[in-house]
């Protein structure tokens, strides 16, 4: 269980404004957890902030290095935030912040960029009921239907359990995954080996929760994901809103919308539980 964390203050402003985490004084907190509940339903509240760093090196020896920092926050309703920041290549470049919003009460995936003018929300129907279509009657013709590509072949995974161990004061059990694509199977003369590290969280309000992650791939290069700073608070609700002056554009699942649509707002996802 997590005896020493720290806090963070998260800030989503509008437009022209950046999307700030700044630390707080550390405090310890006791965490219980009722008896008799399952692990799934006594998660309890946090904000965590990660750093990745990806890097891929060139034929030619060049290394390509990106940063990314991502807030994630979840209250007591369920209620979900993912803002992702990466850093720009170039110094005159303003940094972009993607943030996504998944509401399971309101049945709501909304979607917004720091800096930008409009917010996506999406409406998602209730279980069992029917999605409504745009338009009255269906499109003349048959559906072009997508191409099936041939999965590519690799051998059967090897999974590793790596122990406890406790990362930035948090207790975490790790697992190592090796996949192996056999010489020949893309075009490639020596076998590719991509192994994935993964360092998660133990304690029964914390399920799910990702302190370490590490990526070896001899395509995409190696990605780290690290936890810096974890603080066992009720977010504040501002966060889970698009930030004030922003114009909200409703959407139903399949297409349906009022309002001005974006084209390039990301759609969001609803995260795994």
Same mark, same amino acid.
Do not use: F, I
């Given at each position: 269980m997590v005896g020493r964390t720290c806090g963070l203050l998260i800030c989503i402003v509008a437009a022209g404004c950046a999307f700030s985490v700044s630390s707080q004084v550390s405090r310890s907190?006791?965490?219980t957890v009722e008896m008799g509940n399952p692990a799934r339903g006594a998660r309890l509240p946090y904000t965590a902030q990660y750093k990745t760093t990806q890097v891929r090196t060139l034929a030619d020896g060049t290394t390509i290095t990106r940063e990314t920092t991502e807030v994630v926050a979840i209250d007591s309703q369920g209620r979900r935030m993912n803002a992702t920041t990466t850093t720009p290549l170039s110094g005159d470049q303003t940094p972009v912040?993607?943030?996504t919003v998944f509401d399971p009460a309101a049945r709501t995936n909304s979607s917004w960029s720091v800096p930008g003018e409009r917010a996506t929300v999406i %409406?998602?129907?209730a279980p069992g009921s029917e999605r409504s279509s745009c338009t009255?009657?269906?499109?003349l013709g048959l559906p072009e239907m997508p191409v099936a590509r041939a999965p590519v072949p690799r051998e059967r995974p090897v999974i590793e359990n790596l122990g406890n161990d406790t990362i930035l004061g948090v207790e975490a059990r790790g697992r190592r995954v090796t996949t192996i694509i056999p010489a020949g199977a893309i075009g490639n003369d020596e076998p590719l080996i991509r192994t994935t590290e993964t360092w998660t969280a133990v304690a029964p309000g914390l399920f799910g929760l990702v302190v370490r992650e590490?990526?070896?791939?001899? %395509?995409?290069?190696?990605?780290?994901?690290?936890?810096e700073s974890l603080a066992q608070d009720e977010p504040d609700a501002s966060v889970f809103q698009p930030p004030a002056g922003y114009e909200i554009v409703n959407k139903e699942v399949g297409g349906c919308s009022s309002g001005r649509p974006d084209s390039t707002e990301p759609l969001p996802v609803a995260p795994p539980q």
């Open positions: 907190r006791n965490v912040t993607r943030v %409406q998602m129907p009255s009657s269906a499109p590490a990526t070896d791939d001899p %395509q995409a290069g190696k990605t780290t994901k690290e936890l």
